[in-house]
């Protein structure tokens, strides 16, 4: 007990006794070589999910011999759900943060599934971060989730605020309020995306520099800068476009208040030549180098927004973290317990707004229904995209009609258990339909899917490829 009670420590002390890490860029493996031959990388960060521990990518491990700290990022936990995180989730992203010699890892506040026990209803998944409601209920929830989270990891953990395209309605708590008292209730870290709050400036009308203002700033772990672009009024996060300068003067005005003790960026799509990631980690270093004079020059978050330019403000004292509430056994044991109808309320909810987006029912009251129509568009465009990845032969088998015959069949089809899955769904679902229409094609997708519908891929023996023939007939009658 006693290594979790000092990770506890460390984790509530700020940054003043976190890592330094300096500048990074999200390893990617498209990108894999490009960034270990980048100068000037201090550390990197890898998607969680994607990295396993009994097989680090070789580029990965001469990083770590160079000394260039590795941070897993998961997407997955849904620390924002109205479930409790679960026990398997969180001993691969342990797993992960042990195998590359974190300092830490770091999750998302969002949630990304809905359904299942709490509402007796289907089990969804979105695939994607979707934004909690700033309420009571879901900070209750949220913290809760944070504490379990705490107890099952080797080191400190960090939550990032996450982009939205809606707002909820009858929030309670602004962004910033929000982040604060979840700090001061669980001593987490922060991962601030500055890109993040550009968007919701853009799509929710929130104040950067008030979210700011707000903020812990003395608890943030490390900063996120990406890029995105603008469609009809709506920003879309999409870590596949330079970053825009709106960006870079919120982390002016971040780097202002304090010194952030890493910046990254993020980089998932499109990636361009290493010359222009060189270029864009150089304006996040000036950027954070000279905060107060970018400020003081008008190009703040304020004014990159389109707001009238503020003064820097003062930086805040690594001494005025907030003091963390200390919980005995038995009044964590009461909290849990009382958590019990704020996650029924919060499950609830969650479902109704999930089945609106994926499943084509009805968008809750109070939603912005225009919002939603571009959020679901939007969560099947990813799905698309994410299976087309996951499972290259799809789109090599379907050619040019691919992405057409995805979106038809994910219109009623929503995801329930991740996009491996869904993969082998919505190839069950052209074959049962007689589709494509070519023979050849379809015999190339029969024989695909054959090879991965068991519990292990057709191993030739007879017996084996007979019994998951004989599936596949009963499938197509």
């Known amino acids: 007990m006693r290594?979790?009670?000092?990770?506890?420590?460390?984790?509530?002390?700020?940054?003043?006794?976190?890592?330094?890490?300096?500048?990074?860029?999200?390893?990617?493996?498209?990108?894999?070589?490009?960034v270990e031959a980048m100068p000037g990388i201090d550390w990197v960060e890898a998607v969680a999910e994607n990295v396993c521990p009994g097989h680090i990518p070789e580029s990965l491990l001469r990083l770590r011999e160079r000394g260039v700290t590795v941070v897993p990022h998961g997407v997955s936990l849904g620390l924002g759900g109205a479930d409790r995180p679960a026990d398997g989730r969180l001993a691969d992203l342990a797993a992960r943060a042990e195998a590359?010699?974190?300092?830490?890892?770091?999750?998302?506040?969002?949630?990304?599934?809905?359904?299942?026990?709490?509402?007796?209803s289907q089990p969804l998944e979105a695939g994607h971060?979707?934004?909690?409601?700033?309420?009571?209920?879901?900070?209750?929830?949220?913290?809760?989730?944070?504490?379990?989270?705490?107890?099952?990891?080797?080191?400190?953990?960090?939550?990032?605020?996450?982009?939205?395209?809606?707002?909820?309605?009858?929030?309670?708590?602004?962004?910033?309020?929000?982040?604060?008292?979840?700090?001061?209730?669980?001593?987490?870290?922060?991962?601030?995306?500055?890109?993040?709050?550009h968007t919701n400036h853009v799509n929710r009308g929130e104040d950067p520099a008030e979210a700011l203002d707000e903020l812990p700033v003395e608890a943030i772990a490390y900063v996120h800068v990406a890029g995105g672009f603008e469609r009809d009024g709506v920003w879309h996060d999409s870590h596949a476009h330079p970053v825009p300068e709106p960006v870079l003067g919120i982390l002016a005005d971040l780097a202002s208040r304090v010194t952030p003790p890493g910046v990254l960026l993020e980089r998932d799509e499109n990636f361009p030549e290493p010359a222009e990631l060189e270029r864009e980690l150089a304006a996040i270093r000036e950027t954070?180098?000279?905060?107060?004079?970018?400020?003081?020059?008008?190009?703040?978050?304020?004014?990159?927004?389109?707001?009238?330019?503020?003064?820097?403000?003062?930086?805040?004292?690594?001494?005025?973290?907030?003091?963390?509430?200390?919980?005995?056994?038995?009044?964590?044991?009461?909290?849990?317990?009382?958590?019990?109808?704020?996650r029924q309320r919060l499950a609830l909810a969650q479902v109704a707004l999930l089945s609106a987006l994926v499943a084509?029912?009805?968008?809750?009251e109070g939603f912005d229904r225009g919002r939603l129509v571009v959020q679901g568009r939007a969560l099947a465009s990813k799905r698309a995209d994410v299976v087309a990845k996951v499972a290259p032969e799809l789109p090599g088998i379907l050619g040019a009609s691919y992405r057409e015959r995805f979106l038809a069949y994910a219109q009623d089809r929503p995801m329930t258990s991740g996009y491996r899955r869904d993969a082998l769904s919505f190839a069950e679902h052209l074959l049962h339909a007689g589709q494509p229409e070519e023979a050849g094609a379809r015999e190339e997708l029969t024989d695909w899917w054959l090879a991965r519908s068991?519990?292990?891929?057709?191993?030739?023996?007879?017996?084996?490829?007979?019994?998951?023939?004989?599936?596949?007939?009963?499938?197509?009658?």
């Open 3 to 34: 290594h979790l009670e000092r990770k506890r420590d460390l984790g509530r002390l700020g940054t003043g006794t976190g890592p330094r890490l300096g500048t990074g860029i999200g390893w990617r493996p498209e990108i894999a070589d490009a």
């Open 100 to 120: 590359l010699g974190s300092p830490l890892v770091t999750e998302h506040i969002a949630f990304v599934r809905a359904g299942g026990a709490l509402t007796a």
């Open 129 to 197: 971060l979707l934004p909690v409601p700033r309420t009571r209920d879901a900070l209750d929830v949220l913290c809760e989730n944070v504490r379990i989270a705490q107890d099952a990891l080797p080191v400190p953990l960090a939550v990032e605020n996450i982009a939205a395209l809606f707002s909820w309605p009858g929030e309670e708590l602004t962004e910033g309020q929000f982040l604060y008292e979840l700090v001061q209730r669980t001593g987490v870290r922060l991962l601030i995306d500055v890109a993040n709050l």
């Open 288 to 342: 954070v180098a000279a905060p107060r004079e970018l400020v003081g020059a008008g190009v703040g978050a304020s004014v990159a927004a389109g707001g009238a330019a503020r003064p820097a403000p003062a930086p805040r004292a690594p001494e005025s973290a907030p003091k963390v509430r200390e919980e005995s056994g038995e009044s964590a044991e009461t909290n849990r317990r009382g958590t019990e109808p704020a």
């Open 360 to 364: 084509g029912t009805p968008a809750p």
């Open 454 to 477: 068991g519990p292990a891929p057709l191993d030739g023996r007879p017996l084996a490829r007979w019994l998951r023939q004989a599936r596949f007939a009963l499938l197509r009658r």
